[in-house]
T-cell receptor
Framework: GQQVQQSPASLVLQEGENAELQCNFSTSLNSMQWFYQRPGGSLVSLFYNPSGTKQSGRLTSTTVIKERRSSLHISSSQTTDSGTYLCAMEGNTGYQNFYFGKGTSLTVIP | GGIITQTPKFLIGQEGQKLTLKCQQNFNHDTMYWYRQDSGKGLRLIYYSITENDLQKGDLSEGYDASREKKSSFSLTVTSAQKNEMAVFLC?????????FGPGTRLTVL
């Protein structure tokens, strides 16, 4: 079954609105990471967040390991935030296995 | 800081052809990874390597070979390209569980 579920699958915002992206994991995890990807581009790491809350500018990531979930909050969205947001988890089976969600496609319109 | 480079950027092959993709990193990271990204399916792990000359299979290793010639480089070989195959192959490296990605190689098989 799918290890990582992301929601919503897609989201359209008016510039200035806030967004909350969710990531839920079906198994226990050691750590997780949020990435940003432009169409045709590579993955840019936003947060490596094993647990707790981290903030960088308008972005805030909160991971609750015990509840197997993580969220990414984008405040005051801008058109340049448009793209795909991916989350990935590292399982705790004793070797470095990583599983990615299918991503949330975000479009911010002016 | 550091950088991951992947060559070639675009790769066009014929059905049944053996194709090799290359990845170099100057982070001095121990672990390197190869992922395949298909539209609508997210990223899937093909191979990873925790040190020079080490190879570990991911969930998608069938149909691929890999080689970790030295710490800084990791190659992936598609052993027999499948007709109409289209995907992006992404290389990543890490010291701990936090991964950094290269720009990708886009494969098209005619």
């Amino acid at each position: 079954g799918q290890q990582v579920q992301q929601s919503p699958a897609s989201l359209v915002l008016q510039e200035g609105e806030n967004a909350e992206l969710q990531c839920n994991f079906s198994t226990s995890l050691n750590s997780m990471q949020w990435f940003y990807q432009r169409p045709g581009g590579s993955l840019v790491s936003l947060f490596y967040n094993p647990s707790g809350t981290k903030q960088s500018g308008r972005l805030t990531s909160t991971t609750v390991i015990k509840e197997r979930r993580s969220s990414l909050h984008i405040s005051s969205s801008q058109t340049t935030d448009s793209g795909t947001y991916l989350c990935a988890m590292e399982g705790n089976t004793g070797y470095q296995n990583f599983y990615f969600g299918k991503g949330t496609s975000l479009t911010v319109i002016p | 800081g550091g950088i991951i480079t992947q060559t070639p950027k675009f790769l066009i092959g014929q059905e049944g052809q053996k194709l090799t993709l290359k990845c170099q990193q100057n982070f001095n990271h121990d672990t390197m990874y190869w992922y395949r990204q298909d539209s609508g399916k997210g990223l899937r792990l093909i191979y990873y390597s925790i040190t020079e000359n080490d190879l570990q299979k991911g969930d998608l290793s069938e149909g691929y070979d890999a080689s970790r010639e030295k710490k800084s480089s990791f190659s992936l070989t598609v052993t027999s390209a499948q007709k109409n195959e289209m995907a992006v192959f992404l290389c990543a490296s890490s010291r701990t569980a936090e991964q950094y990605f290269g720009p990708g190689t886009r494969l098209t098989v005619l």
